[in-house]
């Protein structure tokens, strides 16, 4: 059997994940956004968040934990950093080991809801259906 060619995973447009971010009404789901968008991390990693992965000393930054369980650091536009500083002025008393993004409950948010924020957001622009989670991790 022949090698199946490899392909370049779909991307979106910039200007149509910028318009994405910004039309989204929830604070939360915006800041999920931009951070999806401006860092490049997977659903996972977003999840996997807490608040004292936000570093503020000298360029903000967020430290993750990869595949593998390797840790990096990702720098933060001022887009981003805007976006979860809105999101954590609507939660009182944050303790730096509580997760970043939560559910209405107080529980950590999952793959599966960012997944929805995603295509809530993609519909509500009428973005074209290449408009995944994924496909904001390719720039």
Avoid at 8 to 13: E, G, I, Q
Avoid at 22 to 27: L, P, Q
Avoid at 84 to 103: D, G, H, Q, S, W
């Amino acid at each position: 059997m022949p090698k199946r060619e490899k392909t370049l995973p779909r991307v979106l447009p910039w200007s149509v994940a910028e318009q994405v971010i910004i039309g989204e009404s929830r604070v939360r789901n915006r800041a999920i956004l931009a951070v999806l968008v401006y860092t490049g991390l997977r659903r996972g990693e977003v999840v996997r968040l807490n608040i004292s992965s936000l570093q503020r000393e000298g360029d903000i930054a967020l430290r993750v934990r990869s595949k593998g369980n390797k840790e990096r650091v990702v720098g933060l536009p001022s887009q981003a950093v805007e976006a979860i500083n809105a999101y954590l002025a609507t939660r009182p008393r944050v303790k730096p080991e509580e997760p970043m993004f939560l559910v209405s409950g107080g529980r950590r948010i999952t793959a599966r809801i960012i997944t929805k924020a995603v295509a809530r957001a993609c519909s509500a622009t009428r973005t074209p259906r290449a408009c995944t989670s994924s496909a904001w991790t390719y720039w």
